[in-house]
């Protein structure tokens, strides 16, 4: 059921367990997406699990960015900053929730792991948007066809789910309906300045980590590179467990089996 908070507070929805002795997983989604875009993986989780899907800012149906507030130093701690007052909100167990994140949440959850180990137990990180401060800002072209794929799932519904369907076959069903609905609920002022990752340098929060933490990371994809991961080797953080799938960038969707199969038994070790 939806909690809408006042002010700048964030939406989600609960599902799962109503044991409140069960482990709290909160899911931060990517850009582009919602707190509705993980079907699959709650049903799967929710037998175990209290799970709570949030809405960042400027998704779904919490709020937008104020102009003030997009013409910031780093828009991504705004974002930060409202997603780590929500999950102070959504932290009853003295042990924190785990967090789980992909992409652009992926980075909001690694900020907050490494920020708040007080609220965060452990995470799992799937493709974590870790740009170097210089390459964060998308070029105009990106921009600008992010922006046309959101409006055609606006204006031509049942031709843009279409070609999702094509694009993805390997999908599970369910997660369709609410990605393409979540297209459409984007602020599109913040898809506008093309920023989805930190200006704080990624090398900084991932070091700082202190809590169990695992990356995975889609050997298709082009977001976190050879070279990337490398690096985020080499800073030897014992907290640190990282893991290469054969899928693309949205791995839970694209092997949703081989996914579980890896991140199941580790939140079963962990949460």
Known sequence: MPNTLDGA????????????????????????????????????????????GVDLLGHGRSPRFTPSELASPDPLEVMYAAAEATVARLTTSPRGVVLVAHSMGGGVATALAARRPDLVRAAVLEEPAWRDPHLRVQADDVIAERIADCRRFAEDPSGALADGRQDNPGWPDSEFAPWAQAKTLVDEAFLGIGVASFAHPWEELVSALRVPTLVVIGARSTLLGDTVRARAQRLANPCLEIHTVEAGHCVRRDVPDTYHALVDPWLANHA
């Open 9 to 52: 507070d964030l939406t989600f929805r609960w599902a799962g367990s109503s044991d409140p002795e069960a482990p709290t997983l909160v899911l931060l989604h990517g850009l582009g997406d919602s707190g509705d875009c993980w079907p699959d993986a709650v049903r799967r989780w929710s037998p175990d699990y209290r799970v709570v």
